[in-house]
């Protein structure tokens, strides 16, 4: 499996972004997917997850309510709609992949290179 983000930038608080991964070199029906997040001198951490094949969804605390993950099976396409953005959520935003659900970053074991969002207050 081979994962490419993109969408992130600079936005103001209250305001909105939508992140897009491209999966590529597998099949995923037995893959969960997630993002992550790290913020600057701190720990990676769990924003959301979707099982690739029936759509199950978690998310993390922080986010849920404003934040969507999607996929999108036949462009091979993870989303992640981000709405009502607060300046916490400046971060770099990773896209993986697992074998098994769970929202620890040593679940997964394949990562895209991050995406910076950075919302301004």
């Known amino acids: 499996v081979q994962l490419q983000a993109s969408g992130g930038g600079t936005v103001q608080a209250g305001g909105s972004l939508t992140l897009s991964c491209v999966a590529s070199?597998?099949?995923?029906?037995?893959?969960?997917m997630g993002w992550f997040r790290q913020a600057h001198g701190k720990e990676r951490e769990f924003v959301a997850s979707?099982?690739?094949?029936?759509?199950?969804?978690a998310y993390a605390d922080s986010v849920r309510g404003r934040f969507t993950i999607s996929r999108d099976k036949a462009k091979n396409t993870l989303a992640l709609q981000m709405n009502s953005l607060k300046p916490e959520d400046t971060a770099v935003y990773f896209c993986?992949?697992?074998?098994?659900?769970?929202?620890?970053?040593?679940?997964?074991?394949?990562w895209g290179r991050g995406t910076q969002v950075t919302v301004s207050s």
């Open positions: 993986a992949s697992s074998r098994q659900w769970g929202q620890q970053p040593e679940t997964y074991d394949t």
């Open positions: 070199g597998s099949t995923f029906s037995r893959y969960v």
């Open positions: 979707i099982t690739w094949g029936l759509g199950n969804r």
